[in-house]
């Protein structure tokens, strides 16, 4: 039995990531409002969330709005926008947000949190590191491939949120170097999605390409002589992490060749265009970061054939 108090949950950006985590908390008990695309909210509400994982297939009912007022009086909003996303959806949640309500990020890129502070002046936000595979496989339907857990910032909430998270079925830690974690996955997508796709191709088979390994060597390089000029310390072995992607991962396109092939804007300035800015700033030559962040966004803009 479930015996953590309920929080009351509103997830801003319901799609893959959101609903993933909000359904999760649904599940469990807590009362969760999903706030998102039109088609995406009537499914919703018409037949409940279907959450196909690799353990259960379940509809989960749940609340669906496609209006940023329905934060109101949630405890911790669930923070799922893509990062190009982050400023005007938490403009759009400011007005109704509840005082000490803790916002949580659960986006790649290592700056959404703090931009979003920015947004957000005299609301608690946090960042989390989101190890999960999820895809929205249609309205109202959720497709999970793997893995789940967080990593989450320290903040007034958290230890409360990561009880919740945890009983709910989400494994969840509270760090102190969330910074240096975010970064460590940066290095991966910037080492994987441009090159994934640019070529339209896979990851056991990126891997395979003549130079490419190569070429990831040089980007992880700059991308942590970056950080260490900023006074990140990035935990673990990044090498041998850059090298598991491709091991565990190898039919994965990259999220960015997901969001090029379906005609969308990618997250690419936030990835290997976040590494070029603060380079720039830092005094650090990242030219492989900027040679595929530029091939990216020349494939985002390019005419479809
Ligand atoms: N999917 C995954 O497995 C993983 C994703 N991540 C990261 O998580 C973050 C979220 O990714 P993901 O869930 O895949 O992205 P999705 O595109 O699936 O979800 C975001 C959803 O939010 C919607 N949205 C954007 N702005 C608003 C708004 N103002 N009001 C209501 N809805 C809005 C989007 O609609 P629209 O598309 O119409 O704008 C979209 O449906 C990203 O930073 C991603 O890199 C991290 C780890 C794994
Ligand atoms: C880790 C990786 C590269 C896995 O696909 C990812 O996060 C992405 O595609 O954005």
Redesign the pocket.
């Known amino acids: 039995m479930n015996t953590t108090p309920a929080l009351k949950v509103a997830v ?7 609903c993933y985590y909000g359904g999760m908390l649904a599940r469990a008990g807590h009362p969760v409002t999903l ?3 039109p088609a ?1 909210v009537q499914a919703v509400r018409a037949q409940g969330l279907r959450m196909q994982t690799q353990s259960f297939d379940e509809r989960v009912p749940l609340t669906a709005s ?1 209006e ?1 007022s329905a934060v109101a009086g949630a405890d911790l909003v669930l923070f ?4 190009p ?1 982050t400023q ?2 938490g403009e ?1 949640m400011r007005p109704h947000l509840a005082p000490g309500a803790l916002v949580l990020c ?4 290592v700056d ?1 949190a703090e931009r979003l502070r920015t947004v957000l002046p005299g609301h608690e936000v946090a960042a989390a590191v ?7 496989a249609g309205p109202g339907h959720l497709r999970h491939h793997g893995r789940g857990e967080l990593v989450i910032e320290p903040s007034a909430r958290s230890a409360q949120v990561m009880q919740a998270l945890t009983a709910a079925g989400v494994p969840t830690e509270i760090s102190d170097n969330v910074r240096g974690a975010l970064w460590a996955k940066l290095i991966l997508n910037c080492a994987y999605n441009g090159l994934s796709a640019v070529g339209r191709i896979v990851y056991g088979e990126l891997v395979q390409r003549p130079g490419v390994t190569d070429l990831m060597r040089d980007v992880v390089a700059e991308c942590q002589a970056v950080a260490a000029a900023d006074g990140v310390s990035i935990p673990g072995d990044v090498a041998a992490a850059v090298r598991r992607i491709a091991e565990t991962m190898p039919t994965q396109y990259s ?1 960015t060749a997901q969001d090029l092939m379906r005609g ?1 804007p990618s ?1 690419i300035d936030h990835l290997n265009g976040y590494v070029v800015q603060k380079g720039q700033a830092l005094g650090v030559p990242t030219p492989a970061n900027r040679a595929l962040w530029v091939m990216v966004k020349l494939a985002e803009n390019a005419p479809r054939a």
Request: charged share 15%; no cysteine; proline share 0%.
């Open positions: 801003m950006g319901a799609g893959a990531v959101g706030i998102g695309r995406h496609t940023a799922s926008v893509k990062s996303d005007a959806g759009q659960l986006q790649n890129g959404n989101v190890y999960v595979a999820t895809e929205m999220s969308k997250e």
